[in-house]
């Protein structure tokens, strides 16, 4: 009789609670994994620019050169500068590129968790065609 109870076990389909249960794991692995390594950021930017907003309203326009979980890395890495004309007092707004700095920084990254949000910036864009001005300039 025992060895008919085996017989009978081995034979036995597996209950669909036991199959539901292991597939809905599965389901909450692949997300949890797709979490942890999704970077967040739009899939591209056709002037290969994106403008980064800090929450404490900072904005940076730069090429991502690379994103994990925690940080940005930016590469070319430009941003508004409010200048005032000493004779007319006017204030006016400037694009910068970063380097020009006394430690001259080469990239810059950010902590993702200090990110508003993330935009690609468009290649007819006033900042695009700023980019592409400063660029075409000769170096100091």
Known sequence: MLENDKAMR????????????LVLIAAM????LWLQFADGLPARSDSGYFAVLTNNGQAFYA???????DY????????????????????????????????APTAMAVVKSSVAFVEPIGVDSEIANKIKEIESKPEN
Do not use: C, M, W
């Open 72 to 103: 940005l890395l930016l590469d070319d890495v430009y941003y508004v500068k409010q200048v005032t004309n000493p004779e007319t007092k006017a204030v006016s707004n400037v694009l910068v590129r970063r380097g020009k700095e006394i430690h």
């Open 10 to 21: 081995a034979t036995r389909p597996v209950h669909p609670f036991g199959l539901v249960l």
């Open 63 to 69: 090429r991502v050169a690379r994103s994990d979980r």
């Open 29 to 32: 692995l692949g997300v949890l």
